[in-house]
């Protein structure tokens, strides 16, 4: 049984590498736990370095509040203001960001979670979006991580506050037809979501980024002696990152 399931695992490594025409680029995130055991590894006390879908439940849980609060602004906007622009636009700019795979080319494209051989992401952070681009080993370049920084993470999670704060003061400015209530539930709604941002913001932080395997991501926390251990472990990803300029320390 346990040659059977080797087989499957060494086919499934071959059909990666025949994808993405690489020469085997598979991280030992997806490489079979025993390696882990064998190796006496415990660097997954650390890092999230495998696939665990409590991770993954934690972290859509904790987008829930901001992007309900978010739709519910730009609704808001819509219906008292009459315009409809800011809501569509998010919903546009959420299509080009994830199924449109633009944070995968930024960003997913060089973490190690992007190896396997399946053709939608399975990591913590993002889930059964397509993979329109060839895994990197290398690192974000710069424009790579200014697009991420300001655009995908930034731009994104802030859409709705400026529509919020909009919409608040549009109604103060015409109160005889909107009155108090309504402004204050407007201005309730702009402290909740800025409140969700912060909340969204702070768990990344201190939850998901100080143990995430995409060292090179501008939002990594990860302390640079645990990232030089998972790329000893990973020959492919630690050449590509030291001939790119990055510089391991002893391990």
Same mark, same amino acid.
């Given at each position: 049984?346990? @040659?059977?399931?080797? /087989?499957?695992? #060494?086919?499934?490594? !071959?059909?990666?590498?025949?994808?993405?025409?690489?020469?085997?680029? *598979?991280?030992?995130?997806?490489?079979?736990?025993?390696?882990? !055991?064998?190796?006496?590894? $415990?660097?997954?006390?650390? /890092?999230?370095?495998?696939? $665990?879908?409590?991770?993954?439940?934690?972290?859509?849980?904790?987008?829930?509040?901001?992007?309900?609060? #978010?739709? &519910?602004?730009?609704?808001?906007?819509?219906?008292?203001?009459?315009?409809?622009?800011?809501?569509?636009?998010?919903?546009?700019?959420?299509?080009?960001?994830?199924?449109?795979?633009? !944070? #995968? &080319? *930024? &960003?997913?494209?060089?973490?190690?979670?992007?190896?396997?051989?399946?053709?939608?992401?399975?990591?913590?952070?993002?889930?059964?979006?397509?993979?329109?681009?060839?895994?990197?080993?290398?690192?974000?370049?710069?424009? @790579?991580?200014? *697009?991420?920084?300001?655009?995908?993470?930034? /731009?994104?999670?802030?859409?709705?506050?400026?529509?919020?704060?909009?919409?608040?003061?549009?109604?103060?400015?015409?109160?005889?037809?909107?009155?108090?209530?309504? &402004?204050?539930?407007?201005?309730?709604?702009?402290?909740? /979501?800025?409140?969700?941002?912060?909340?969204?913001?702070?768990?990344?932080? *201190?939850?998901?980024?100080?143990?995430?395997?995409?060292?090179?991501?501008?939002?990594?926390?990860?302390?640079?002696?645990?990232? $030089?251990?998972?790329?000893?472990?990973?020959?492919?990803?630690?050449?590509?990152?030291?001939?790119?300029?990055?510089?391991?320390?002893?391990?």
């Amino acid at each position: 049984m346990s @040659e059977e399931k080797n /087989l499957k695992a #060494t086919q499934k490594k !071959e059909k990666s590498a025949y994808m993405w025409g690489i020469d085997s680029y *598979v991280s030992c995130t997806w490489k079979d736990r025993s390696n882990c !055991e064998n190796d006496n590894c $415990d660097i997954s006390r650390t /890092l999230a370095c495998r696939w $665990d879908p409590k991770e993954y439940k934690f972290a859509l849980i904790g987008q829930m509040p901001l992007v309900f609060l #978010t739709i &519910l602004s730009l609704m808001m906007t819509y219906m008292i203001t009459g315009k409809i622009w800011p809501y569509l636009s998010w919903w546009c700019w959420f299509l080009i960001i994830w199924p449109l795979g633009l !944070e #995968t &080319l *930024v &960003l997913c494209r060089h973490c190690p979670y992007y190896t396997d051989s399946r053709k939608t992401l399975t990591c913590w952070a993002l889930r059964f979006m397509p993979k329109w681009w060839k895994p990197s080993p290398k690192p974000m370049n710069r424009l @790579e991580k200014f *697009v991420f920084q300001y655009l995908v993470w930034d /731009l994104s999670q802030i859409w709705g506050l400026p529509f919020a704060a909009y919409t608040s003061i549009y109604i103060v400015m015409n109160y005889q037809k909107f009155g108090a209530a309504l &402004l204050a539930a407007m201005i309730g709604i702009f402290i909740c /979501l800025a409140m969700s941002i912060y909340q969204f913001f702070h768990i990344m932080k *201190v939850h998901n980024c100080s143990r995430c395997v995409a060292f090179s991501c501008p939002k990594n926390q990860v302390p640079k002696k645990y990232a $030089d251990q998972y790329l000893e472990r990973n020959p492919v990803m630690k050449e590509a990152w030291v001939r790119d300029g990055y510089e391991m320390d002893e391990v």
